[in-house]
């Protein structure tokens, strides 16, 4: 066998470790965490109508400590695990400075309204009919909260359900900074 | 009668601009960025290609920037500086990404 052809079959085999090696690291990484561009700038302003009828606009809310978080009724069970937290955490924090605001994601009327009757949720939540809102927050999917401090940042994204202590752990410490 | 009449023209005049605007963008730009941006609740498809109502929603808004004087590239770095270099279907050649490529 002439050189040439010897160092062409290490070659080919040779060939494969990198790509071995870039779908090693590639399978290893969740698809779904993908950090959003968003945390640490201002957060995009919106005024929607609530299901109640009242306008929602988050230039109302400067000041204060904001989730916004993205549900659906077709969200099962992820939405519906979180929404009793998300309920807790309005009544526990409302006093002090938060404001839990929803946005309803690709969801019809019936099932939503049926869904916000069912948790008893009182904290203001919206459809977004456009999803303009939900673009101009880079949602992908729902659930989705955006945790917002009280000078307007986004702080904090978090993909998924939010559970009690997440709530908790995420509030508390934009509670105690100052405007 | 006559301030009737300015507000009657000023909204002929608003209605045609605002016509002519949206006349402007050609349904071929819009599917050429739509096609570049990943449809945000699917796999692997593009904006271009999935039927999901988030897709055709994206695509109104890609219509609506592009009538309203925005180049291809505004509204891609306007969907990048939300979602991440993610939406794009085809990473940009730099850092990491060149190992891909």
Same mark, same amino acid.
């Given at each position: 066998?002439s $050189?040439? *052809?010897?160092a062409?079959?290490?070659?080919?085999?040779? %060939?494969?470790?990198?790509?071995?090696?870039? /779908?090693?690291?590639?399978?290893?990484?969740?698809p779904r965490?993908?950090p959003?561009p968003?945390?640490g700038k201002?957060?995009?302003?919106?005024? /929607?109508?609530?299901?109640?009828?009242?306008?929602? %606009?988050?230039e109302s809310?400067?000041?204060?400590?904001?989730?916004?978080?993205?549900?659906?009724s077709w969200?099962? =069970?992820?939405?519906?695990?979180?929404?009793p937290?998300?309920?807790?955490?309005w009544?526990?924090?409302?006093?002090?400075?938060l #404001?839990? #605001?929803?946005?309803n994601?690709?969801?019809?009327?019936e099932? *939503?309204k049926?869904? /916000?009757?069912?948790?008893?949720?009182?904290f203001?939540?919206a459809?977004?009919p456009? $999803?303009?809102?939900?673009?101009?927050y $880079?949602?992908?999917?729902?659930?989705?909260?955006y945790?917002?401090?009280?000078?307007?940042?986004?702080?904090f994204k978090?993909?998924? =359900?939010v559970?009690?202590?997440?709530?908790?752990?995420q509030?508390e =410490?934009?509670? *105690?900074?100052? *405007? | 009668m006559s301030?009737?009449a300015?507000?009657?023209?000023?909204?002929?005049?608003v209605?045609?601009?605002?016509?002519r605007a949206?006349?402007?963008?050609?349904?071929?730009t819009?599917?050429?960025?739509?096609?570049?941006?990943r449809?945000?609740?699917?796999?692997?498809? +593009?904006?271009?290609? +999935?039927?999901s109502?988030?897709?055709?929603?994206?695509?109104?808004?890609?219509?609506? @920037?592009?009538a309203?004087?925005?180049?291809?590239?505004q509204?891609?770095?306007?969907?990048?500086e @939300?979602y991440?270099?993610?939406?794009?279907?085809?990473?940009? @050649?730099?850092g990491?990404?060149?190992?891909?490529?």
């Amino acid at each position: 066998m002439s $050189g040439r *052809a010897r160092a062409l079959r290490w070659a080919i085999p040779l %060939a494969v470790v990198p790509v071995l090696v870039l /779908l090693a690291y590639g399978f290893r990484t969740d698809p779904r965490e993908i950090p959003s561009p968003l945390v640490g700038k201002p957060v995009s302003r919106f005024a /929607l109508t609530a299901f109640d009828g009242n306008r929602v %606009a988050l230039e109302s809310l400067h000041g204060q400590v904001v989730v916004v978080n993205f549900w659906a009724s077709w969200c099962y =069970p992820a939405c519906y695990e979180e929404a009793p937290s998300l309920e807790r955490a309005w009544q526990t924090y409302k006093d002090r400075g938060l #404001v839990v #605001v929803g946005v309803n994601f690709q969801d019809k009327d019936e099932p *939503a309204k049926r869904f /916000l009757t069912q948790f008893g949720h009182t904290f203001p939540n919206a459809r977004d009919p456009s $999803g303009r809102v939900s673009v101009d927050y $880079g949602v992908y999917g729902v659930p989705e909260a955006y945790f917002i401090d009280r000078k307007g940042r986004v702080r904090f994204k978090r993909v998924g =359900p939010v559970s009690d202590e997440l709530l908790k752990q995420q509030i508390e =410490p934009l509670l *105690a900074e100052a *405007a | 009668m006559s301030r009737v009449a300015a507000v009657a023209l000023l909204a002929v005049v608003v209605l045609a601009a605002g016509a002519r605007a949206a006349a402007l963008v050609s349904e071929e730009t819009v599917h050429e960025v739509a096609a570049q941006l990943r449809c945000v609740v699917c796999q692997s498809l +593009s904006v271009a290609d +999935s039927p999901s109502e988030t897709a055709h929603q994206m695509q109104a808004i890609i219509r609506e @920037r592009l009538a309203a004087g925005e180049s291809p590239e505004q509204v891609k770095a306007y969907f990048v500086e @939300r979602y991440g270099i993610w939406i794009l279907l085809s990473p940009p @050649r730099q850092g990491f990404n060149l190992v891909v490529w």
